[in-house]
C-alpha cells in the first residue's frame, strides 16, 4: 500500500481500460474483485452492531466482507442503480438473512432513500466509484471496448441517454468540450470532428466503431499503456450517468447520515472524481470559508470532519493481480461532532 496526495491525473481509468486491454480480459475471465478490500476494511472499521452503508454496491465484494466483519448484528444498506448488480448483490449477499437491505437507486439519492430504510444516522458509508467487471463486460450496455456491444452506458437503462445518442445529435464543440472536461483529453477537438464527419455517412452505435475510429484520429505514441479511447469511454459514461453531479450529492448526504465518529471511505479511479473528494474533504476539516481577510469569522462554518490521513492506492501485489486496480485511489474522512 502507498500513500500519496496530489492533484495530479491518476495513472489511468480503470473504468473501462480493463475491457480494452490484455489484462482486463484475463480478469474478466476471473470474475470482480474487490478493490482495495483490506484497505477498505482498515479504514471504514466496521464492528458489531454498527450501520453501514454501502452506496455503489457492484460486484457486493466489499459489503459482503463489511457483513462478515460487522457480524453477528451490524446492517448494511447497500445501493446500485443498475438493476442487474443488485440481482447478483441479492444472491450473494442472501446468507446475511435480514442484516442486508438492497435498494437500487443512485448513490446521489443516499440522502432521501437511507432514512425511508432504517439508516438514518450510520457508521460507515462506502463510494467505489468504479465499474465491476460484469458491467464491463455486459455487451448490451457498450461500458468497455474489448467486450463491445451498443453504446448505451446508462447504469439505469430506463433513464437518461444512450451514448449512442449523444454521439449522434451533439455539435462539434460541443463533444470537444465534453471530451475535454469530462475526459480531460489532450485530442478532445480531433476525436470530435472524426466522429461529426463519420456519422455523416455511418452511424456510430457499438463500442468497437467508437474505439477505432478514436484509435484513427489520435496519434499513435512511441509507448502507449492504455487504449487511446480510454478517455472517450470516461467523458461519455460520466455524462450519461451525470455521475460528478451524483458525487456531489453522495458526499453532502454523508455529512447528514454519518453520526460522530462514523466514516466515510470513497475509491476513485480518476483525477476528475479523486480532486472532488480531496477538495470536499479538505472543505469539511477546514470549517470556516470566510476570506483571509476577514479579522473574525463570519460564516459560521464549523469543522465536520477529520481527515483519516493521505490517499492510498493499491501495492503492487494487487495491481499484478488486478491489473484494473492500478489507477484506484483510496480516501477516508471521520465525522465529528459539530
Given at each position: ?126 463510494l467505489d466509484l468504479g465499474l465491476s467487471s460484469y458491467q464491463l463486460s455486459d455487451t448490451s450496455r457498450g ?23 449523444l454521439l449522434a445529435t451533439m455539435e462539434q464543440g460541443e ?164
Amino acid at each position: 500500500m502507498k500513500s500519496i496526495d496530489s492533484d495530479e491525473p491518476l495513472e489511468g481509468n480503470t473504468d473501462g481500460i480493463a475491457a480494452g486491454s490484455p489484462e482486463g480480459g484475463a480478469e474478466l475471465k476471473a470474475g470482480h474483485l474487490p478493490v482495495m478490500l483490506g484497505e477498505v476494511i482498515e479504514t471504514l472499521a466496521p464492528r458489531s452492531g454498527s450501520l453501514q452503508i454501502d452506496a455503489t454496491l457492484g460486484g457486493a465484494g466489499h459489503a459482503e466482507r463489511v457483513l462478515e466483519e460487522s457480524s453477528p448484528d451490524g446492517r448494511l444498506l447497500g445501493l446500485d442503480a443498475d438493476e442487474a448488480a443488485i440481482a447478483r448483490s441479492a444472491k450473494r449477499l442472501a446468507r446475511f438473512g435480514d442484516r442486508v437491505v438492497l435498494r437500487r437507486t443512485n448513490f446521489g439519492n443516499v440522502a432521501e432513500v437511507a432514512p425511508e430504510a432504517g439508516f438514518g444516522q450510520v457508521d460507515g458509508i462506502l463510494l467505489d466509484l468504479g465499474l465491476s467487471s460484469y458491467q464491463l463486460s455486459d455487451t448490451s450496455r457498450g461500458f468497455g471496448f474489448r467486450a463491445g456491444g451498443r453504446l448505451d452506458m446508462r447504469f439505469d437503462t430506463g433513464r437518461g441517454r444512450p451514448a449512442a445518442d449523444l454521439l449522434a445529435t451533439m455539435e462539434q464543440g460541443e463533444l470537444t468540450a465534453l471530451f475535454g472536461k469530462y475526459g480531460e483529453e489532450p485530442f478532445a477537438g480531433r476525436i470530435a470532428r472524426t466522429i461529426v464527419e463519420t456519422r455523416r455517412h455511418t452511424p456510430i452505435e457499438t463500442a468497437e466503431q467508437l474505439a477505432a475510429l478514436v484509435e484513427r484520429a489520435v496519434p499513435a505514441p512511441k509507448a502507449r499503456r492504455t487504449h487511446p479511447a480510454t478517455r472517450v469511454f470516461q467523458a461519455l459514461r460520466i455524462a450519461v450517468n451525470d455521475e460528478l453531479v451524483a458525487l456531489e450529492a453522495g458526499l453532502a448526504a454523508a455529512l447528514v447520515l454519518l453520526r460522530p465518529g462514523g466514516r466515510l471511505v470513497v475509491l476513485s479511479y480518476h483525477s476528475l472524481e479523486d480532486r472532488i473528494v480531496k477538495r470536499f474533504i479538505a472543505t469539511e476539516q477546514r470549517g470556516c470559508v470566510c476570506p483571509i481577510e476577514f479579522p473574525v469569522c463570519v460564516c459560521g462554518r464549523s469543522p465536520k470532519l477529520r481527515s483519516l490521513g493521505k490517499s492510498q492506492t493499491p501495492s503492487a501485489e494487487e495491481v499484478a493481480a488486478n491489473p484494473r486496480s492500478r489507477s484506484a485511489r483510496l480516501r477516508g474522512a471521520e465525522r465529528i461532532a459539530a
